[in-house]
C-alpha cells in the first residue's frame, strides 16, 4: 500500500503546473483611515441656554448664516442632538471650543 500511495503521489505532483521562482508578496501600508473619515461636532440639547444663545454661539464658531444656526437649534431642540460641523479634526476642535465657552453639551466623532 506503501508503494501505491508513492506512486499516487508523485503522479499528482507530475501533473502539477510548474511554480515560477518563489514571489514575495509586499503589503502596501495601508492610508489612515483617519484621514478619510470627516470628524463631526454633535451638539445637545439642554434645559439651560435658550434659542437665542444657541443661535449666537453658532453664528461664532460655525460663521454661518442666521438661518442654518436657527435650523441647527431647532434639530437640537426637537431631536435632542444634530451634528453642528463637519470636517477635519482641526476645524472640529476650533468649532467645539466655541460652542463650549458658554457651557453647550458638545461631542467630537470620527
Known amino acids: 500500500m506503501t508503494k501505491l500511495l508513492h506512486s499516487v503521489q508523485m503522479q499528482m505532483e507530475e501533473q502539477a503546473p510548474q511554480r515560477g ?9 495601508e492610508e489612515d483611515e483617519a484621514e478619510d473619515t470627516p470628524w463631526r461636532v454633535i ?4 434645559d439651560i441656554h435658550t434659542f437665542e444663545e444657541v443661535i449666537n454661539q453658532l453664528l461664532k ?3 454661518c ?3 442654518k444656526a436657527e435650523e441647527i437649534t431647532l434639530k437640537v ?4 442632538k444634530a451634528t453642528a460641523k463637519e470636517g477635519s479634526f482641526e476645524e472640529c476642535l476650533k468649532v467645539n471650543s466655541v460652542l ?6 458638545t461631542e467630537i466623532k470620527g
Open 21 to 29: 521562482p518563489e514571489t514575495e508578496v509586499l503589503d502596501l501600508p
Open 43 to 46: 451638539l445637545y440639547d439642554d
Open 61 to 63: 464658531a460655525l460663521g
Open 65 to 67: 448664516s442666521v438661518e
Open 77 to 80: 431642540h426637537n431631536e435632542g
Open 100 to 105: 463650549q465657552e458658554i457651557q453647550l453639551v
